[in-house]
T-cell receptor, first 115, second 112 residues
Framework: AQSVTQLGSHVSVSEGALVLLRCNYS??????LFWYVQYPNQGLQLLLK??????LVKGINGFEAEFKKSETSFHLTKPSAHMSDAAEYFC?????????????FGKGTLLTVNP | ETGVTQSPTHLIKTRGQQVTLRCSSQ?????VSWYQQALGQGPQFIFQ???????GRGNFPPRFSGLQFPNYSSELNVNALELDDSALYLC???????????FGQGTRLTVV
């Protein structure tokens, strides 16, 4: 079984400040990890993913995340927040390999960016 | 390259009715998954279809059923609608050997 915990349902930062959204996962098998962003009344857009190899992954819009197996974490960061980053962010996990694409999501973190 | 498209975008149904939601997968993708996202929650996996067969299911009752067609498009059917079925329903497509799922814009279902 797999699960995802996102610490902090709501994070508020000032424009230009560091963004840090936390994600911890539980998985009995090597995982693939993802961050998705959702704007109001929209679907999910993939920000970045970790599958294998380099543990620091870079995504779109200046976001990056680091896979830390020892801490079972995959926190999302961005050095400088922009107003357009305001959205809901979801961390998700699936088992690596195979043809089962089932994603298990966290409950999400709403990011607000203050001018 | 055409992305994942869902129809309709919004729908209002009465409790007890039946509903069909539709999804066209991204070009070249042969696997379709459906998710239910209740207000303020993360998406919950309903089921997955591969080559027209259901090959994975989440914790949803049998009144949630689906189909996948030879062109890989898919339908989600929900019978005997309940108020708690009100949610955003998301479709995602994937390709064999791929690692990520690509999501459509969703269908907002309201049950009254």
């Amino acid at each position: 079984a797999q699960s995802v915990t996102q610490l902090g349902s709501h994070v508020s930062v000032s424009e230009g400040a560091l963004v840090l959204l936390r994600c911890n996962y539980s998985s009995s098998v090597p995982p693939y990890l993802f961050w998705y962003v959702q704007y109001p009344n929209q679907g999910l857009q993939l920000l970045l993913k970790y599958t294998t190899g380099a543990t620091l992954v870079k995504g779109i819009n200046g976001f990056e995340a680091e896979f830390k197996k020892s801490e079972t974490s995959f926190h999302l960061t961005k050095p400088s927040a922009h107003m357009s980053d305001a959205a809901e962010y979801f961390c998700a996990v699936r088992r690596s390999g195979g043809s089962n694409y089932k994603l298990t999501f966290g409950k999400g973190t709403l990011l607000t960016v203050n001018p | 390259e055409t992305g994942v498209t869902q129809s309709p975008t919004h729908l209002i149904k009465t409790r007890g009715q039946q509903v069909t939601l539709r999804c066209s997968s991204q070009s070249g993708h042969n696997t379709v998954s459906w998710y239910q996202q209740a207000l303020g929650q993360g998406p919950q996996f309903i089921f997955q279809y591969y080559r027209e067969e259901e090959n994975g299911r989440g914790n949803f009752p049998p009144r949630f059923s689906g189909l996948q067609f030879p062109n890989y498009s898919s339908e989600l059917n929900v019978n005997a609608l309940e108020l708690d079925d009100s949610a955003l329903y998301l479709c995602a497509s994937s390709s064999t050997g791929g690692t990520e799922a690509f999501f459509g814009q969703g269908t907002r279902l309201t049950v009254v």
